[in-house]
């Protein structure tokens, strides 16, 4: 339940950013030039730009999101190293108050009045470095309480963090962005940096640690057990010790399907990061829906992807297979991208649910699974590292379509949509070898053993 929350925090610091670009511009006429009127396009925390212009103002919005984007898809492949190597409920909670920090600093931009593109651009990007805290941890702690056998069921339920975070950061942002665009990001930062004070207070990081906390008075009362201790535990300790060494990077990459589920997530990514951050602008243009009404409608998607992220893991517990739910998946999701989702309501729930669910499995139960593979030989030390590889591989993919969406938008939303179905054939072909053995498997065949 903790991590449910810590993780909904996350989400929902960033999803503001989202919001405020559908009113981004609404022409207003800033002055005079001889008898001509100057008409711009009146861009919120964009305003400092006299230049911008209906041109050119989708690209902006682009470079902004990769300055989060791009920091996160680089911090994900060191954070996972870090969090094998430090306390967990440290290292979220440091990472809570300071993404609470520098997404209330991009607000209150908007009350200092700075006019500076790099000061906007510089906080997404810290915040973006210090968000790459969250998941890796919170796929550890889960990791380290819950096993193997129905992990897609519960890390698919635990997974609508994700949507959740989406929903709440949309309608917070919405509540305050046609009055005080600063307010949609305060609000977030302050919920973050509570739930960080939170995690420090309340975090068990996993069940040995809660075992640990328990059998600590007892060791210390008795001065039988420290002789016990000593004289019979010494071997064990240290084969514990030797076995929860952290794995090394080139050591991650070497487990069985890491490579493959990594480069998959980085193109399903690339899909699900350019609706979460172009859906609220697309249905603004096309429904001339109003920026609220667009963030609220834009929630329906968030909500299939809750639905999604659960019908996948039971899917993949029940038949055992997660590269072909994902690719299943993914095939039926590739032409319901180019629908127009914005006229159905169920439309975009089931696009939100095919879209998300084989997103939410790999960085899930996937992850977990690959990080506890049998060829650790329980060496416990993987998990973060993994789930940090996979993510930071699909973070690639989330930094790539935001700004693919900004720089081929101006051209149609028509293109946009081809790019995203292109990804989503990419990300099956990934997983054909995975698919493959696990079909031979349904079907009797088993795999020779190496070496």
Same mark, same amino acid.
């Given at each position: 339940i903790l991590t449910f929350f810590f993780y909904t925090a996350y989400h929902l610091s960033r999803k503001p950013i989202s919001i405020v670009k559908s009113p981004l511009n609404h022409p207003v006429v800033f002055g005079t030039t001889g008898s001509m009127d100057q008409l711009f396009f009146f861009p919120l925390f964009l305003s400092l730009f006299i230049s911008l212009d209906q041109d050119n103002y989708q690209n902006l919005f682009g470079y902004i999101d990769n300055c989060f984007l791009v920091a996160y898809a680089i911090g994900m492949f060191f954070s996972g190293m870090f969090g094998e190597r430090l306390p967990l409920r440290y290292y979220l909670t440091s990472g809570m108050l300071l993404s609470g920090l520098f997404t209330s600093l991009f607000g209150l931009g908007f009350y200092w009045n700075i006019h500076s593109l790099w000061y906007y651009c510089l906080m997404q990007a810290l915040n973006g470095l210090v968000q790459t805290t969250g998941w890796p941890a919170v796929v550890a702690c889960v990791g380290n309480w819950f096993g193997k056998g129905k992990r897609g069921f519960i890390m698919g339920v635990w997974n609508s963090h994700t949507s959740v975070g989406n929903i709440l950061g949309s309608l917070i942002a919405g509540a305050f962005v046609s009055s005080a665009w600063g307010m949609s990001f305060i609000v977030p930062g302050i919920i973050i940096a509570a739930m960080g004070i939170i995690c420090f207070f309340f975090l068990v990081e996993s069940k040995l640690s809660l075992e640990d906390e328990e059998r600590e008075p007892l060791l210390r009362n008795s001065a039988n057990n420290e002789e016990i201790f000593n004289n019979h535990t010494s071997a064990v300790v240290e084969a514990v010790e030797e076995q929860a060494e952290a794995i090394s990077f080139c050591g991650a990459l070497r487990i069985p399907g890491v490579v493959e589920f990594s480069?998959?997530?980085?193109? !399903?990514?690339?899909?699900?990061?350019t609706f979460l951050y172009w859906l609220p602008l697309y249905i603004a243009n096309v429904a001339n829906f109003d920026a609220k009404s667009a963030g609220d409608m834009s929630t329906l998607f968030d909500v299939g992807g809750i639905l999604g992220g659960i019908l996948a893991g039971v899917v993949s517990d029940y038949?055992?297979?997660?590269?072909?739910? /994902?690719?299943? =998946?993914? @095939?039926? !999701?590739?032409?319901?991208?180019? =629908?127009?989702? @914005?006229?159905?309501?169920? =439309?975009?729930?089931? /696009?939100? !649910?095919?879209?998300?669910?084989?997103?939410?499995? #790999?960085?899930? !139960?996937?992850?977990? %699974?690959?990080?506890?593979?049998?060829?650790?030989?329980?060496?416990?030390?993987?998990?973060?590292?993994?789930?940090? @590889? #996979? %993510?930071?591989?699909?973070? #690639?993919?989330?930094? @790539?379509?935001?700004?693919?969406?900004?720089?081929?938008?101006?051209?149609?939303?028509?293109?946009?949509?081809?790019?995203? #179905?292109?990804?989503?054939?990419?990300? /099956?072909?990934?997983? /054909?070898?995975l698919v493959f053995k696990e079909v031979r498997g349904w079907c009797g065949y088993t795999t020779r053993q190496r070496g």
């Amino acid at each position: 339940i903790l991590t449910f929350f810590f993780y909904t925090a996350y989400h929902l610091s960033r999803k503001p950013i989202s919001i405020v670009k559908s009113p981004l511009n609404h022409p207003v006429v800033f002055g005079t030039t001889g008898s001509m009127d100057q008409l711009f396009f009146f861009p919120l925390f964009l305003s400092l730009f006299i230049s911008l212009d209906q041109d050119n103002y989708q690209n902006l919005f682009g470079y902004i999101d990769n300055c989060f984007l791009v920091a996160y898809a680089i911090g994900m492949f060191f954070s996972g190293m870090f969090g094998e190597r430090l306390p967990l409920r440290y290292y979220l909670t440091s990472g809570m108050l300071l993404s609470g920090l520098f997404t209330s600093l991009f607000g209150l931009g908007f009350y200092w009045n700075i006019h500076s593109l790099w000061y906007y651009c510089l906080m997404q990007a810290l915040n973006g470095l210090v968000q790459t805290t969250g998941w890796p941890a919170v796929v550890a702690c889960v990791g380290n309480w819950f096993g193997k056998g129905k992990r897609g069921f519960i890390m698919g339920v635990w997974n609508s963090h994700t949507s959740v975070g989406n929903i709440l950061g949309s309608l917070i942002a919405g509540a305050f962005v046609s009055s005080a665009w600063g307010m949609s990001f305060i609000v977030p930062g302050i919920i973050i940096a509570a739930m960080g004070i939170i995690c420090f207070f309340f975090l068990v990081e996993s069940k040995l640690s809660l075992e640990d906390e328990e059998r600590e008075p007892l060791l210390r009362n008795s001065a039988n057990n420290e002789e016990i201790f000593n004289n019979h535990t010494s071997a064990v300790v240290e084969a514990v010790e030797e076995q929860a060494e952290a794995i090394s990077f080139c050591g991650a990459l070497r487990i069985p399907g890491v490579v493959e589920f990594s480069l998959c997530l980085l193109f !399903a990514k690339l899909v699900s990061y350019t609706f979460l951050y172009w859906l609220p602008l697309y249905i603004a243009n096309v429904a001339n829906f109003d920026a609220k009404s667009a963030g609220d409608m834009s929630t329906l998607f968030d909500v299939g992807g809750i639905l999604g992220g659960i019908l996948a893991g039971v899917v993949s517990d029940y038949t055992g297979g997660r590269a072909t739910t /994902c690719c299943v =998946m993914l @095939i039926v !999701a590739a032409p319901m991208v180019s =629908m127009p989702v @914005i006229m159905y309501n169920i =439309m975009l729930l089931v /696009c939100g !649910a095919l879209v998300n669910g084989p997103y939410a499995l #790999i960085t899930t !139960a996937v992850s977990a %699974d690959l990080g506890t593979h049998e060829c650790l030989r329980g060496n416990a030390k993987a998990l973060s590292t993994v789930t940090a @590889i #996979i %993510d930071g591989t699909g973070s #690639i993919g989330a930094a @790539i379509g935001p700004l693919l969406a900004g720089l081929i938008s101006p051209t149609g939303w028509n293109n946009v949509f081809y790019m995203l #179905i292109s990804a989503d054939v990419l990300a /099956c072909l990934l997983l /054909c070898r995975l698919v493959f053995k696990e079909v031979r498997g349904w079907c009797g065949y088993t795999t020779r053993q190496r070496g």
